[in-house]
């Protein structure tokens, strides 16, 4: 089917796209922002209606069109985050509902979660746990790729919880299992006491760039501090996590936690000195960068 956008009524004054994501781009570019061309597209996308691959085939922007599609090309040269103004985050494959408030879900903790999910898979009725859920990606996904699993998805920010309870009923309102959202601190001595022993797969992507660390403005100006920051070195979530992780593990169970390219061997350590876990591996992002680490709590 022709949309109405690539055949507009005669006599509608259209702005071709081609000029129009040109000056985009090169606003973009001169504010600094990363991938100028693909976000002046996302953008253009989001105000036309129509999906990247179809901008080609569209006619033009309508006059409102053209003023929405500058504010917010203005915006995003302001340093709002891409997803902000689009209102969602992709992540694996589910679209999330992301905005102030809460950290938007980044490509490389999918490596995480995919590791989550492939331990979960091999499992019958697994029980897993996603610590510092934010807007839900690592928990919604592994209840959307693992339906056998009951998923625990804890968070301590009033504002996160907000966006991480709207994705949860999203989901199941898409037919994907409930997911369990408990507000709590994840630095509890007893937290999820109920779970002790019983965890099979406990994920957690925490804050942890060291304090004082210089961060682009989308991080600095819109994720939460809390949401990325942790202390001097950076472990400050990490160290509490790894301890309380091992007492909620059942035997065998694995443990997989993003963290800091500055910490291949810190966070390794952090298991190893807590004496309760074997294979301690830590894992490259698609870039080369370490990205996370794992281990199994031994029986
Ligand atoms: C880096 S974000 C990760 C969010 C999500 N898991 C993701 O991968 O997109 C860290 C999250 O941990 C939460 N957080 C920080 N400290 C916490 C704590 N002590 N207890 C519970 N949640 C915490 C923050 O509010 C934030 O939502």
């Known amino acids: 089917m022709t949309s109405s956008r690539e055949h507009p009524p005669e006599g509608t004054e259209r702005t071709r796209p081609g000029p129009v994501l040109a000056t985009a781009t090169a606003a973009l570019s001169a504010a600094g922002v990363g991938s100028p ?3 002046a597209e996302w953008l ?6 129509v999906d990247r691959s179809r901008l080609p085939l569209v006619a033009g922007f309508t006059p409102d069109e053209l003023a929405r599609y500058r504010r917010l090309v203005a915006r995003r040269a302001g340093r709002e985050p891409l997803q902000h103004l689009l209102g969602s985050a992709a992540f694996r494959y589910l679209e999330l509902a992301v905005g102030p408030g809460v950290f938007v879900p980044r490509p490389e903790t999918e490596l995480l979660a995919e590791w989550g999910i492939a331990r979960a898979r091999g499992l019958a009725a697994p029980l897993v746990v996603d610590l510092c859920s934010g807007s839900g990606a690592i928990a919604l996904s592994v209840a959307h790729e693992v339906p056998a699993a ?13 966006w991480l309870r709207r994705n949860a009923a999203s989901r199941v309102a898409a037919g994907d299992p409930p997911v369990r959202v408990v507000a709590a601190d994840v630095t509890d001595p007893d937290l999820l006491a109920e779970l002790t022993g019983r965890v099979d797969v406990l994920l957690c992507n925490p804050p942890y760039v060291p304090a004082g660390t210089d961060v682009p403005p989308e991080v600095a100006d819109h994720d939460p501090a809390e949401a990325v920051f942790a202390g001097t070195d950076g472990l400050g979530v990490i160290r509490p996590v790894v301890r309380r992780a091992a007492e909620l593990l059942a035997p065998g169970g694995v443990v997989g936690i993003e963290h800091d390219d500055t910490h291949p061997v810190a966070v390794p350590a952090v298991f190893t000195a807590d ?6 591996t830590c894992h490259p992002d698609l870039a080369g960068r370490p990205r996370f680490s794992t281990a199994r709590r031994v029986a």
């Open 37 to 39: 061309r693909a976000d």
């Open 44 to 49: 253009a996308t989001y105000v036309l209606g």
């Open 150 to 162: 009951t998923v625990y998805a804890v968070e301590r920010s009033a504002g996160a919880l907000e």
């Open 275 to 280: 004496g309760r876990y074997a294979d301690v």
